[in-house]
């Protein structure tokens, strides 16, 4: 935190910055990361109120008379209730559900943050890049792959192929089979047929030789 920003009195500082909101006093403006972040005006009343007097109590009879007029016909106690939990949710949603507004029971409220008061607009904090985020980046993009991947569109493209080549596959073993069925079957029938042949060639032999044995005249 720069030290010259302590120095300037919260009464007469226009911009103030705690966490990740800034405030300008003068066009009543709050900013979360660059955002506006929209308070009802009594809302934004009691966190300058609180702000001002940071690390102190500020009573509920002073925020009473810096809301309403001693006059005005309203509840004090119950819209005061109402507006400090108002102004506390808002800080939650907006700095990290850290609550910046204590409870002194029977007194008041405290600011228990740390703000800084400048007169000029502060530098936006930006965050730097760690090693951290560039080794998680590339699993971020097989990630992202994965998922188009299985995108539900490509991956129905994908099991319809996969089905078309195992019916192909099948289809090439099942034939496969068969032929080579066939092809037994017919070396097994020429097999027998050689067989028979050769049976027949010997039968053929044995009887031509048993006739030139003959006696003449047999």
């Known amino acids: 935190m720069d030290s010259c920003l302590l120095q300037i009195p919260p009464a007469t500082a226009r911009y103030v910055r705690f966490g990740s909101l800034q405030i300008d006093q003068q066009r009543q403006l709050v900013l979360r990361d660059g955002d506006e972040l929209r308070l009802q005006r009594k809302t934004f009343e ?94 971020r993009e097989h990630e992202a792959r994965a998922r188009d991947v299985f995108h539900p569109g490509k991956s129905l493209t994908v099991i319809m192929v996969t089905v078309f080549l195992t019916g192909i596959l099948l289809g090439a073993t099942a034939a496969t089979f068969w032929l080579s069925r066939d092809a037994s079957h017919v070396r097994h029938s020429a097999f027998k047929e050689s067989r028979r042949v050769s049976v027949r060639s010997a039968c053929l032999r044995l009887y031509l030789k048993s006739r030139d044995h003959r006696p003449l005249g047999a």
């Open 46 to 139: 009691v966190l300058i109120a609180l702000l001002q007097k940071q690390g102190e109590v500020v009573t509920r009879e002073e925020l009473k008379r810096t809301l309403w007029s001693i006059e005005s016909q309203v509840d004090h106690d119950a819209n005061l209730n109402t507006t400090i939990n108002k102004l506390r949710r808002a800080l939650c949603k907006s700095t990290d559900k850290v609550s910046y507004i204590e409870t002194i029971p029977r007194r008041g409220y405290r600011f228990i943050g740390a703000a800084e008061f400048s007169d000029i607009p502060f530098v936006e904090k930006k965050p730097a890049t760690s090693a951290t985020s560039e080794t998680i980046a590339p699993h």
